[in-house]
Every structure is written in C-alpha cells, then in structure tokens.
C-alpha cells in the first residue's frame, strides 16, 4: 500500500495538513536540542522528510551529524534517495531497508531516535519501542510524532468528520488509491491513547517521557530518554 502511495505522499501529507505538518517536524527536531556532533537514527522514514529536518536542524539549532533513515516499504526509500541526490545530503544521510521491529543496527549506537507518523503502522508497537531503546545510546533521545483523536468535543467532532469523510476523497482523488487514505483514521483510531502509548514507552526503557499535544491535540509529540 504504501509503495504504492509513494509518489504523492509528500504532496498529499502537504496538503491534507495545509502545511502544519512541517512544522511538527520542525518542533520534533528541536526537541532532541542537537549540538551537530549526533547520529540519529530516523524509523518509518518514509520519504525521509524527518531525516531531512534532522541533518537541517531547527529553529537556528544545528543539525545532526549524520541519520540513518529505516523503512521497510523500497519504493518510499526510492523517493526519498532522489530527494536526497536533489538536496546533495547523501553523506549526511544514510537510507537502509529494514523492519522497525529488528531494527538492522547494533545496540546503543545512536544519539536520538526519531519516529514522524509511522509507529502506528508498525503492528507490534512494544517491539518497536524496545528496539528504538536497544539502538539509543544510554541517555540518548527519543522524539515521536504521531496523530490521536483530540479530546475536546467540538474539535473532537470536525476532526472526525474531516477524517472520516474529507480525508480519504481528497487521498483517493489525488493518490488514485482506493484503500490507503480509508486506511489512515482506521489506523489513528485504532492505535494507543497518547496514556497508553506512553506507558508502552516507559515499559520499553524509556525516561523522562513526556506527550505534547499539537494543534489542539491532533497530533502528539512524544519524547524521552534511555534510561
């Protein structure tokens, strides 16, 4: 499904947040407060847009050193290589195919680990989770943004709708795949509460946690710290 969304991807995570989603990936950067001296390690890079933000920095922060972006769909990492050819970053990132669940890196290598929508696409979250630890250095950051049902009715309601039934027209239209923009509430609606997801977090070997909501709580920025 996802190889074969992979062409519009951008274009459609562009355009069905008007654009905020840049800026989540900008405040999750910010988040790891990189020095320019880190690697990081970017799961589900998708079209590493993530990994992208990391290497650039924010906010006038430096960027990391070097990111290593894993996903498991090859024609997402096709597209993201050409972004990186295109922006000359392919010394600075690194793609590789592999599942978020057997990370292919060995143990407390890394200086932050970062997730942008796809923890939820990983069908064993808690397995993730205990391998994004395993890979972190101790004391290593973690940053994850991920969508959830906001918990004020009004908004919570204009959300459903534009999910429910904006959203997936809109995908369809443009990405001509019938079931991946069907796919996406099913898959918010059916992941963790941001209270579950953190506990999943801190059973993992994670510290210092804490879930920020963005934009009146439709998505989450997580963070944490190796213990």
């Known amino acids: 499904m996802f190889d074969a969304i992979a062409a519009r991807y951008d274009l459609l995570n562009h355009l069905l947040s008007a654009g905020i989603d840049r800026r989540w990936r900008k405040l999750a950067i910010r988040s790891l407060h990189l020095t320019g001296r880190e690697t990081v390690l970017d799961v589900c890079t998708g079209t590493a847009d993530l990994a992208i933000a990391a290497v650039d920095g924010a906010n006038g922060s430096h960027g990391a050193r070097r990111v290593l972006g894993v996903d498991f769909a090859r024609e997402m990492l096709r597209i993201a290589a050409d972004k990186l050819r ?90 001509r795949h019938n079931a991946a923009y069907g796919y996406l509430p099913a898959s918010v609606g059916a992941f963790s509460t941001p209270d579950e997801f953190v506990k999943i977090l801190r059973q993992s070997g994670f510290t210092e946690i804490a879930a920020v909501p963005l934009t009146l709580g439709i998505v989450f920025l997580y963070t944490g710290r190796k213990g």
Not at 108 to 122: E, H, K, L, Y
Not at 127 to 149: D, N, Q, T, W, Y
Not at 151 to 160: A, G, N
């Open 86 to 175: 295109r922006g000359r970053l392919e010394n600075r990132v690194r793609l590789a195919r592999g599942d978020a669940t057997r990370i292919p890196a060995p143990a407390s290598v890394f200086d932050a680990v970062t997730v942008a929508f796809g923890i939820r696409n990983v069908e064993d979250t808690a397995a993730a989770c205990r391998e994004m630890c395993r890979v972190l250095k101790p004391g290593g950051r973690l940053a994850v943004l991920e969508f959830a049902i906001p918990s004020m009715p009004l908004i919570r309601r204009v959300y459903l709708w534009y999910f429910d039934q904006v959203l997936p027209r809109i995908g369809r239209l443009v990405s």
